[in-house]
């Protein structure tokens, strides 16, 4: 979906690195989600904001944090980067209505830590 | 806790067959349940959902759903496969009584042949 984009769309990373991964829509909702996806797994939810002030962890937010900038923006970061955390992650929205109205995602990142 | 089962890592089926991808799920409560596409290298996008009221539920692409509560299934059908129907499918559950996030099945593969 054009209206959620992430950057960047691929990123080779070295063990012990900080990475940011970045999220940005233009949809105008309140909440936005990260997930990440790995093969047989499915999504896990790292983290969700339903507004600037509000933050909260997901299944498996351990090695990771956010940061909400604005409406319209949301950050994954990765402080010291691990082999295990190679996945494809996800940047998510929905408005107001949260869970009743359906989620909006992005094309996702792929990230590679060596 | 709620969670979320796709019994088949793939499914394969001929064009122009009818096709059915399975999904079980557990909620405490009652269920919001959600089918979502995955096509390659792009994000997930949304087909159906079930909140409440009829049991079948219709989509986009001509897929529909059928949600049983007693055999807590939301196993999504459509009536004729076509190729471009190949995609990744995930199933996700949330509960409607009060906010609960979104947990999502590993996902089905779903190879429609020629």
């Known amino acids: 979906d054009a209206d959620v984009t992430q950057t960047p769309r691929n990123r080779i990373t070295k063990t012990g690195k900080r990475i940011m991964l970045e999220c940005s829509q233009t949809?105008?909702?309140?909440?936005m989600y990260w997930y990440r996806q790995d093969p047989g797994l499915g999504l896990r939810l790292i983290y969700y904001?339903?507004?600037?002030?509000?933050?909260n962890k997901g299944e498996i937010s351990d090695g990771y944090s956010v940061s909400r900038q604005a409406q319209a923006k949301f950050s994954l970061s990765l402080e010291s980067a691990i082999p295990n955390q190679t996945a494809l992650y996800f940047c998510a929205t929905s408005d107001r209505g949260g869970i009743y109205n359906e989620q909006f995602f992005g094309p996702g990142t792929r990230l590679t830590v060596l | 806790a709620q969670s979320v089962a796709q019994p088949e890592d793939q499914v394969n089926v001929a064009e122009g067959n009818p096709l059915t991808v399975k999904c079980t799920y557990s909620v405490s409560g009652n269920p919001y349940l959600f089918w979502y596409v995955q096509y390659p290298n792009r994000g997930l996008q949304f087909l159906l959902k079930y909140i409440t009221g009829d049991n079948l539920v219709k989509g986009s692409y001509g897929f529909e759903a059928e949600f049983n509560k007693s055999q807590t299934s939301f196993h999504l059908k459509k009536p004729s496969a076509l190729v471009s129907d190949s995609a990744l499918y995930f199933c996700?559950?949330?509960?409607?009584?009060?906010?609960?996030?979104?947990?999502f099945g590993k996902g089905t593969m779903l190879l429609v042949s020629p």
């Open positions: 904001s339903f507004d600037v002030k509000d933050i």
């Open positions: 996700a559950v949330t509960r409607r009584e009060g906010y609960s996030t979104l947990t």
């Open positions: 949809k105008g909702h309140d909440r």
